[in-house]
């Protein structure tokens, strides 16, 4: 029977640091074991799931709620992939996929739970599991669309000549993703996954708190707690979840995160080394390993092998006649098919309003989507005026990026929800206008994935590029109109893409503020939709984020694509 590891694995005596990284590595494997168990316990629909404010079971919460961070982020990963290759490399795609994800990620977590868990329950009968799966999925939505969004630009970006070097190479479509744009991606995607465990946090008492067939559904895990303790107005308990969203973010940070950073900063794209590199102690411990390291050895052997089988047949023809363009058929089939949907698209919303919900209240909505519109612009312009500064500081100066990281990693995770005691006091208390003082709820989550991008851009600068801005003398405005803003300029328009759409979707929660019997609105398409989810009205929940669509499509139409194409042609290295 062939051994499962390679004989040089098998054989490795294994050293110090190997006999020091095994518990930590057993510990992870039980805790794993353990909760993938409690999420497929069997379960009815009616069934009262035991939660406690009690202190002592928040380890449990956080160990539930970060299992369920991870799997909606690795199911994030290869959604992002699949996007980005599909966008990236047609033409016709790219027009279908770009505009659709950007009406994705501005629905509410609670639009995607209200549709989706009842077929995830049916799914999995008489398991835990169809009801965490809808709880994994709501998670996702919260966490994919800037992942795909950055990995989507940064394939657009790629330099020309490294472009020239993999033709000429002759790779394959699949080896040109792993060898040359996916490398090229990592720093970014990376900081944008961190991004993403963060928005996971911010929308978890959504995401765990469900309600199906007249049923709540309040599965075990820190965001569950949340809304446990913000109906029993504890702010002891409020206290306590925050202190272990802390322990558990900087456990990640720590054992997950920081040594992907240190790994993947030799993707840098420079020709000369670096003033300082990113750097983490569980990598230095597991590259000190003999036996860990002869795994990592032997599985990147196999890697090895796996792209060599996707390698093309190498001919001698001239490069111009082996490139390939589309048929213009195919592209004025495809414009007419994108046509013919929206045509549809259209009726379809046409029939809806006159049948359903009526002329007036499409009107009132649309005005109050105006509204949502100015606050949505006016605070993502009023964040890139702070955090655009501010990440291209800390993107230039690694040691302290390294710092800063996990405390933005939990500001970006602090949920609305943790706000509304202090912001419904300081509200009531003073008499001010909710109009304007409920805004700022909108960017506490979204305003960090412009910060998260930027320093993702401003960090990837190559090293040659920041000597020869030094060595020409580029000062005060010069170097930020010829040198700092279009090296940053890609990353920036992904960062305040997605911190509008996530702006959009935090109006849910932000403009329609309760604690325990005390409750706050301003008038917008977001408090629309979280009263009608309340009221149980489904017509004009779907009335509510129609209308976010047709504000997101305008706002994609009008300002994304022509950024994204600027970004394309002139602003990036």
């Known amino acids: 029977m ?32 353990f909760g993938v168990q ?3 316990r069997p379960y009815v629909v009616g069934e009262a799931l035991p939660l406690s404010l009690s202190p002592a079971w928040l380890p ?14 690795g199911v994030s990963l290869v959604f992002s992939v699949g996007f980005a290759l599909l966008a990236a490399r047609s033409r016709f795609a790219g027009k279908l996929l770009v505009p659709l994800l950007d009406i994705l990620q501005s629905i509410p977590v609670l639009g995607f739970l209200s549709l989706t868990v009842s077929g995830f329950i049916a799914l999995f009968p008489g398991s835990l599991l169809g009801v965490e799966c809808a709880a994994i999925f709501a998670i996702f939505t ?18 020309e000549e490294l472009q020239e070097a993999s033709r000429m190479l002759q790779l394959s479509s699949w080896q040109r993703f792993m060898r040359l744009e996916l490398p090229f991606a990592m720093p970014s995607l990376l900081w944008n996954m961190m991004m993403s465990m963060s928005g996971g946090w911010f929308f978890v008492v959504a995401s765990e708190a469900i309600s199906v067939a007249n049923h709540d559904i309040k599965l075990p895990g820190i965001g569950s707690y949340i809304a446990l303790a913000i109906e029993a107005r504890d702010t002891a308990a409020v206290g306590w979840a925050i202190v272990a969203m802390l322990i558990g973010i900087l456990l990640y940070d720590q054992l997950f995160f920081r040594p992907l950073i240190a790994w993947a ?8 080394s670096s003033e300082s590199t990113a750097s983490s102690w569980l990598l230095d411990v597991m590259r000190r390993t003999q036996l860990m390291r002869r795994l990592l050895v032997q599985t990147q052997a196999l890697f090895d092998r796996a792209m060599a089988a996707t390698r093309r047949r190498f001919d001698a023809a001239p490069q111009v006649s082996r490139t390939r363009f589309a048929h213009p058929a195919w592209e004025r089939g495809g414009n007419a098919l994108v046509a013919l949907l929206i045509v549809a698209a259209c009726w379809r919303l046409f029939h809806f309003v006159h049948s359903e919900v009526g002329w007036g209240e499409a009107g009132r909505v649309m005005l109050l989507g105006a509204y949502t519109l100015v606050r949505v612009v006016v605070l ?9 500064p501010v990440g291209i500081w800390i993107g230039l100066h690694p040691r302290v990026a390294a710092r800063v990281q996990p405390v933005v990693q939990f500001l970006a995770a602090f949920p609305a929800n943790l706000m509304f005691p202090l912001t419904v006091a300081l509200v009531v208390r003073w008499q001010l206008n909710p109009e304007i003082w409920l805004s700022p709820l909108m960017m506490l989550g979204s305003q960090w994935y412009l910060l998260f991008n930027v320093v993702a851009g401003a960090s990837s600068i190559p090293a040659e590029l920041r000597f020869a801005a030094g060595n020409l003398g580029l000062r005060a405005g010069l170097k930020w109109r010829r040198y700092l803003l279009p090296a940053v300029f890609p990353s920036f328009v992904t960062g305040a893409l997605t911190a509008s759409g996530g702006a959009w979707n935090a109006s849910i929660v932000a403009e329609y503020v309760s604690w325990g019997s005390t409750s706050l609105q301003a008038h ?18 779907a009335l509510g984020i129609g209308v976010m669509c047709v504000y997101v499509m305008a706002l994609n139409h009008f300002v994304w694509q022509r950024l994204y194409a600027l970004a394309q042609d002139r602003m990036h290295f």
């Open 2 to 33: 062939k051994p499962f590891f390679p004989r040089p694995v098998l054989e490795a005596p294994g050293n110090r640091w190997d006999w020091a990284l095994l518990p930590l590595v057993l510990a992870t494997l039980v805790l794993l074991a």
């Open 38 to 40: 409690q999420m497929a």
């Open 60 to 73: 449990y919460y956080l160990l539930r709620t970060t299992l369920r961070m991870f799997l909606a982020l």
């Open 142 to 159: 919260s966490q994919a669309w800037n992942m795909a969004f950055s990995l989507y630009q940064s394939m657009r970006t790629v330099p």
């Open 265 to 272: 900063d030799k993707f840098r794209f420079e020709e000369s």
């Open 380 to 388: 993502t312009v009023l964040a890139a005026l702070v955090w655009v």
């Open 524 to 541: 917008g398409v977001g408090s629309y939709v979280a009263s009608m989810t309340a009221a149980g009205d489904f017509p004009r929940i």
